[in-house]
């Protein structure tokens, strides 16, 4: 797979990112969510998983869909 950051990062790249795919997708980096009461609520499906990113990092990929 290849990709490409589109958003998001910082100086050591251990922060939030968004990158988009040779598969027409994309890949979400962010803070895993490991509070209990939210991933019951969220109901994942085995071989899911959700991560929180900041409203700001959404924005800096207007315009970048494939």
């Given at each position: 797979?290849?990709?490409t950051k589109i958003s998001?990062?910082?100086e050591d790249d251990q922060c939030p990112a968004v990158y988009?795919?040779?598969?027409?997708?994309?890949i979400v980096?962010?803070?895993?969510?490991s509070d209990?009461?939210?991933?019951e609520k969220l109901g994942l499906p085995p071989g899911e998983?959700?991560?929180?990113i900041p409203h700001a990092l959404l924005e800096g990929i207007?315009?970048?869909a494939r």
């Amino acid at each position: 797979m290849e990709f490409t950051k589109i958003s998001g990062g910082c100086e050591d790249d251990q922060c939030p990112a968004v990158y988009t795919t040779d598969r027409k997708s994309y890949i979400v980096q962010g803070y895993t969510i490991s509070d209990p009461d939210v991933l019951e609520k969220l109901g994942l499906p085995p071989g899911e998983s959700a991560v929180e990113i900041p409203h700001a990092l959404l924005e800096g990929i207007r315009g970048e869909a494939r």
